[in-house]
């Protein structure tokens, strides 16, 4: 059972270019999300989708895309790159709880990808 | 944006000792939960609490839910040089979103 894999784990871009981050699950898990890591600040929401198909944006949209075409995967997409994207970036999933329910169900960390924009 | 804070920023402790760290909110929440965060990896999630006042245990670690659910608090007891990392708490956002503190970074002195 992998959980949450990210891909790839380092990657170097310069100011301008585009690429894709690829996230994967094999838990069933009908919402995923992506963050961004930066030093002392924690873990900022880019962007999150409930389910195949719909997505929304988080605390951070700007200058990322994202789509989700199957339950299981979720990339994210840098179009033009800036140093300012300079971060780590974890993608994160967690089971739909119940409408009505009490709680809200944990979500499930991949190891990251480690962007630098030069 | 809803906002949380984590105490103390950071701590060195000698091996052996207790630590306590906790989390406050402007917001009421109905989860909390505890991650850990080794070098190099992803958040790990150590603790989830549910319910107001709730006391949970894994292993070495405690956590609660405080009583006005705006506050949680983590306790390990018995440091060991694996405990190093940091620590954050995560409180519900919006819908399934969690918003997280900015972490306590945790070092461990042998």
């Known amino acids: 059972n992998a959980g949450v894999t990210q891909t790839p784990k380092f990657q170097v871009l310069k100011t301008g270019q585009s690429m894709t981050l690829q996230c994967a699950q094999d838990?069933?898990?009908?919402?995923m999300s992506w963050y961004r890591q930066d030093p002392g600040m924690g873990l900022r929401l880019i962007h999150y989708?409930?389910?195949?198909?719909?997505?929304d944006q988080g605390e951070v949209p700007n200058g990322y895309n994202v789509s989700r075409s199957t339950t299981e995967d979720f990339p994210l997409r840098l179009l033009s790159a800036a140093p300012s994207q300079t971060s780590v970036y974890f993608c994160?999933?967690?089971?739909?709880?119940?409408?009505?329910?009490?709680?809200?169900?944990?979500?499930?960390f991949g190891n990251g990808t480690r962007l630098t924009v030069t | 944006g809803q906002q949380l804070n984590q105490s103390p920023q950071s701590m060195f402790i000698q091996e052996g000792e207790d630590v306590s760290m906790n989390c406050t909110s402007s917001?009421?929440?109905?989860?909390w939960l505890w991650y850990k965060q080794d070098p190099g990896e992803g958040p790990v999630l150590l603790i989830a609490?549910?319910?107001?006042?709730e006391l949970t245990s894994n292993g070495r670690l405690t956590a609660q839910f405080g009583i006005t659910r705006k506050d949680s608090f983590l306790n390990i007891s018995a440091s060991i040089p694996s405990d190093v990392g940091i620590y954050f708490c995560?409180?519900?956002?919006?819908?399934?979103?969690?918003?997280f503190g900015p972490g306590t970074r945790l070092s461990v002195l042998p």
């Open positions: 994160a999933s967690s089971y739909t709880t119940g409408t009505g329910e009490a709680y809200n169900s944990p979500l499930h």
């Open positions: 838990m069933n898990h009908e919402y």
């Open positions: 989708s409930v389910g195949a198909g719909i997505t």
């Open positions: 917001s009421i929440f109905n989860t």
């Open positions: 609490l549910y319910k107001a006042g």
């Open positions: 995560a409180g519900p956002n919006y819908g399934q979103n969690f918003v």
